[in-house]
């Protein structure tokens, strides 16, 4: 799995997962933390793509919709 988003913004906490094996009709809960460095709380999409490692095309991707985070008043 990897994921695509604006490095001014967000910045990833960790790595992103790898799973060795994913089967088929089964769900799959991954917490990934991605920590909002924009002082002013700016939201934008993540993309997330699931790759076979053999290939470079995506099995599934996916856009999230972030929200808007609060702002840092320890800035002020």
């Known amino acids: 799995m990897n ?14 997962p790898y799973f060795p094996i994913l089967v088929p009709s089964l769900t799959y809960k991954v917490d990934v933390e991605i920590m909002n460095i924009d002082p002013s709380g700016a939201a ?6 699931v790759f076979n490692k ?3 095309v995506p099995l599934i991707t996916a856009n999230i919709t972030m929200p808007l985070s609060e702002i840092n008043m320890d800035q002020f």
């Open 3 to 16: 994921l695509g988003f604006n490095d001014v913004i967000y910045k990833l906490k960790g790595a992103s």
């Open 44 to 49: 934008d999409l993540v993309k997330v793509f």
């Open 54 to 56: 053999e290939s470079t």
